[in-house]
């Protein structure tokens, strides 16, 4: 059992104002592991964490969230 930790930052500036969906890439996550993302955002005072158990990511390439009004929404899993 290992965790993986990815991080993305929110960047508004440089991204298509169509481009509203972040991508984080799970290929590498099996079962028993677990993912903790961390983002933050490039001008606003934003950082959360959030964990997901490797059974409800491991067989997907990716999950999505997506940034609106200082809130992230998640598809097509939730955090734990």
């Known amino acids: 059992m290992s965790t993986i930790y990815r991080n993305r930052t929110i960047r508004p500036s440089s991204r ?3 481009s509203v969906s972040y991508k984080i890439n799970t ?3 099996t079962t028993n592991d677990t993912l903790v993302i961390t983002i ?3 001008s606003e005072n934003f950082h959360k ?3 997901f158990s490797g ?3 491991a067989n ?3 999950i999505h969230f ?6 992230i ?8």
């Open 49 to 51: 964490e959030f964990s």
């Open 40 to 42: 933050n955002h490039e």
């Open 66 to 71: 997506r940034y609106i009004n200082g809130e």
């Open 27 to 29: 290929e590498k996550v």
């Open 16 to 18: 298509l104002e169509t």
């Open 55 to 57: 059974e409800k990511v």
């Open 60 to 62: 997907r390439s990716s």
């Open 73 to 80: 929404i998640w598809s097509p899993v939730q955090p734990d």
